[in-house]
């Protein structure tokens, strides 16, 4: 890996805090930018056009966190979108997902979708 990854500092029900840079709604984490303000389609619903800039970014994994309670979900179609361009998915609590993102960045050009809330 050639670029330092990015470092979640906190995470909080509603906040993160991303290379010192708070942040309270949803993130998109790619390895050269953070994308805030991320939307979806459905809000806890994940399909492949809410990872269109992930799949531009061609990251060997994505982490998603979905939520403190983790009630996002990931659907079959964006599950199978990002098997087929090769990008391993991680799926978590967001709480859980900030302390994976972190160790995957270490060795593995990573990309994480961060939902925030429920």
């Keep these: 890996m050639t670029e330092k990854a990015h470092t979640i500092d906190d ?9 010192g840079q708070t942040y309270d709604k ?11 303000n991320w939307w979806r389609r ?3 619903r994940l399909y492949p056009e809410d990872l269109e800039v992930v799949f531009e970014a061609s990251p060997e994994v994505l ?18 979108a990002l098997q087929a361009a090769g990008i391993e998915l991680v799926v978590l609590s ?3 997902a900030c302390r994976t993102y972190g160790e995957l960045a270490a060795y593995k050009v990573a990309a994480a979708a961060m939902h925030l809330t429920c």
């Design 11 to 19: 995470y909080r029900f509603g906040r993160i805090v991303i290379d």
């Design 42 to 44: 459905e809000g806890h």
């Design 63 to 80: 982490v998603v966190g979905q939520g403190m309670p983790g009630r996002m979900r990931v659907s079959p179609e964006a599950e199978r």
């Design 94 to 96: 967001t709480k859980a």
């Design 26 to 36: 949803d993130v998109i984490i790619l390895p050269d930018r953070v994308i805030a």
